[in-house]
C-alpha cells in the first residue's frame, strides 16, 4: 500500500510532463506556421511592389545609358562611349549583386520561432528543481 501511492503519483506526473510536452510542441508548429505564413505575406507584397515599378525603372536606365554613350561618343567614338557605359553598368551591378547577396545572407527567417524553441529546449536541459513546500511544511 505504500508503494501505491507513489507509484500513481510518479504516473500522474509522467502524464501530465507528456501532456504538456505535447502541447508544447504543438504550439511550437502553430508559431511556426504562423510566422512562416508572415513572412511569404511580407515578402510577396515586396516582390509585387518591385513588379510593377521595374519596367519603368528599366526603361528610363535604357535611355539614359543611350543618351549618355551618345555624349561620350564626341569624344571617343560611339563605341567607345557604348563600352565605357557598358563598363560602368557590369562593375555597379556587380557591387550591388554583392551587397544583395549579402545581405540575403544575413535575413533571419522565423527569427520567434527559433528564439522560442531555444527557450524551451534551455528549460528542459536545466536540472530539475526541488519541490517547494506548502505552507504546512509538506
Given at each position: 500500500?505504500?508503494?501505491?501511492i507513489?507509484?500513481r503519483?510518479?504516473t500522474?506526473l509522467?502524464s501530465r510532463m507528456?501532456?504538456?510536452?505535447?502541447?508544447?510542441?504543438?504550439?511550437?508548429?502553430?508559431?511556426?506556421?504562423?510566422?512562416?505564413?508572415?513572412?511569404a505575406?511580407q515578402?510577396?507584397?515586396?516582390?509585387g511592389r518591385i513588379?510593377?515599378?521595374l519596367?519603368f525603372?528599366l526603361?528610363g536606365?535604357a535611355?539614359?545609358?543611350?543618351?549618355?554613350?551618345?555624349v561620350?561618343?564626341?569624344?571617343?567614338?560611339?563605341?567607345?562611349?557604348?563600352?565605357l557605359?557598358?563598363?560602368a553598368?557590369v562593375?555597379?551591378?556587380?557591387?550591388g549583386?554583392a551587397r544583395?547577396l549579402?545581405?540575403?545572407r544575413?535575413?533571419?527567417?522565423?527569427?520567434?520561432?527559433?528564439e522560442e524553441?531555444n527557450?524551451?529546449?534551455a528549460?528542459?536541459a536545466?536540472p530539475?528543481?526541488?519541490p517547494?513546500?506548502?505552507?504546512?511544511?509538506?
Amino acid at each position: 500500500m505504500g508503494t501505491e501511492i507513489p507509484d500513481r503519483g510518479i504516473t500522474a506526473l509522467i502524464s501530465r510532463m507528456a501532456d504538456g510536452f505535447s502541447r508544447l510542441v504543438t504550439q511550437h508548429i502553430a508559431l511556426a506556421r504562423l510566422e512562416l505564413a508572415e513572412d511569404a505575406r511580407q515578402m510577396g507584397a515586396g516582390l509585387g511592389r518591385i513588379a510593377a515599378f521595374l519596367p519603368f525603372v528599366l526603361t528610363g536606365y535604357a535611355l539614359l545609358c543611350g543618351a549618355l554613350s551618345l555624349v561620350l561618343a564626341r569624344w571617343v567614338g560611339l563605341a567607345g562611349g557604348l563600352a565605357l557605359v557598358g563598363a560602368a553598368n557590369v562593375v555597379g551591378g556587380g557591387l550591388g549583386l554583392a551587397r544583395a547577396l549579402q545581405g540575403l545572407r544575413s535575413v533571419k527567417v522565423m527569427h520567434g520561432t527559433q528564439e522560442e524553441l531555444n527557450r524551451s529546449a534551455a528549460a528542459l536541459a536545466a536540472p530539475p528543481r526541488a519541490p517547494t513546500e506548502g505552507p504546512d511544511g509538506r
